[in-house]
């Protein structure tokens, strides 16, 4: 078992941030800094 939580979105990498919409913890590669959300809750909002 890792002790890692995993990004929530792709699931492969370990997640370092968390969306501040929906509280998902994402990689940074599913993160956009600028709004401070995940890139689901980024597509969603204009
Ligand atoms: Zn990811
Ligand atoms: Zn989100």
Do not use: F, K, N, W
């Not at 929530?8 to 370990?14: D, K, M």
């Not at 800094?33 to 809750?41: A, S, Y």
């Amino acid at each position: 078992m890792s002790l890692e939580t995993l990004c929530q979105i792709c699931e492969s990498a370990p997640a370092a941030y968390q969306c501040r919409r929906c509280g998902a913890l994402v990689c940074p590669a599913h993160y956009d800094e600028e709004t401070g959300l995940c890139t689901d809750c980024a597509a969603a909002v204009p």
